[in-house]
């Protein structure tokens, strides 16, 4: 009984500082996001002839956590299939962050765009059950500095 009672209790506090940590951290995003929506970011891996510049490589890593309540839920939802909702905002948040942190870095050298973006994503620290525990999101690309 006090097993079920201690399950429950961290069940709980996963849930609200979770969803606490996600609702602050979403709104540093946005925050963040409006300083820098003039700093443009391209997929195209050629630059054109009118924004050539100094290029210089950015890139912004990131590893953010699922809160247990989250991972509680992904593995209910795993025995009848579909969408798992709670891995999809980790994964947002994840690659939001890594575009800001190198968006911010290319601020700091002067850049007036990035072209040739890219982001890579890999899960970490799978426990026994294989379950995914964090992910980190990495995104690179080409700072163009005008002359």
Sequence with gaps: MYDLIFFLILLGCGYVFGQLAEKRHFRSIIAREAELQDLLCFSE?????????????????????IDYFKRFVAGLRNFIGGRVSSYESLLERARREAMLRMKEEARARGASSVWNVRLETASI????DQTIGAVEVVAYGTAVTPR
């Design 45 to 65: 891996r050629n630059i054109p002839a009118a924004h050539t510049g100094d290029a210089a490589l950015v890139c912004g890593s990131v590893v953010i956590s």
């Design 125 to 128: 620290s799978k426990d026994n």
